[in-house]
């Protein structure tokens, strides 16, 4: 089943930018996606990289061929591939990345291991990839309030 963040709210509709679960599987399986690409896609292929389950070794590799032929249809160009992580960050709910600490000590939030626990790795995706350097991260915040990880004033 699709899950969209309400930080992504104001793009899901039209899916004109990747949502954070294609992103999540685009990590998962290793292969590099330009927002360019994306945009070549209909609507119903970038419908069908939501809703295409990227979780067991076969589902993971099936991804992974659909979406090398698609972007291959869609730019005339095999897409770069990336290195899979065997056991990534966000898959780790026993030590919060001290980058994203470091993060949500900028907006003053101090994240603790119990908070870290509760998330779906989804959820500590999305914060990871949001508080990187260099990433636009107007939505670290909205995803940290939507996530119940800051106190309410």
Same mark, same amino acid.
């Given at each position: /089943?699709?899950?969209?963040?309400?930080?992504?709210?104001?793009?899901? +509709?039209?899916? !004109?930018?990747?949502?954070?679960?294609?992103?999540?599987?685009?990590?998962?399986?290793?292969?590099? *996606?330009? *927002?360019?690409?994306?945009? $070549? /896609?209909?609507?119903?292929? !970038?419908?069908?990289?939501?809703?295409?389950?990227? +979780? @067991?070794?076969?589902?993971? %590799?099936?991804?992974?061929? $659909?979406?090398?032929?698609?972007?291959?249809?869609?730019?005339?160009?095999?897409?770069?591939?990336?290195?899979?992580?065997?056991?990534?960050?966000? /898959?780790?709910?026993?030590?919060?990345?001290?980058?994203? %600490?470091?993060?949500?000590?900028?907006?003053?939030? @101090?994240?603790?291991?119990?908070?870290?626990? @509760?998330? @779906?790795?989804?959820?500590?995706?999305? *914060?990871?990839? *949001?508080?990187?350097?260099?990433?636009?991260? !107007?939505?670290?915040?909205?995803?940290?309030?939507?996530?119940?990880?800051?106190?309410?004033?």
């Amino acid at each position: /089943m699709a899950v969209f963040f309400e930080f992504e709210a104001d793009f899901v +509709d039209s899916l !004109r930018c990747i949502p954070m679960q294609v992103r999540y599987k685009l990590d998962t399986s290793g292969i590099k *996606l330009k *927002l360019s690409d994306w945009n $070549n /896609m209909t609507q119903a292929e !970038r419908e069908a990289l939501v809703e295409l389950p990227c +979780d @067991t070794e076969s589902e993971i %590799q099936s991804y992974q061929e $659909n979406l090398q032929q698609l972007i291959l249809e869609r730019t005339g160009t095999s897409p770069a591939k990336l290195p899979i992580e065997p056991y990534p960050a966000w /898959m780790n709910a026993s030590t919060v990345p001290a980058s994203l %600490q470091e993060k949500a000590q900028e907006i003053g939030v @101090t994240l603790t291991l119990e908070q870290w626990e @509760t998330l @779906t790795p989804l959820q500590r995706f999305a *914060l990871i990839k *949001l508080s990187r350097s260099g990433h636009e991260n !107007r939505n670290f915040p909205l995803a940290m309030a939507e996530f119940h990880l800051v106190n309410s004033q």
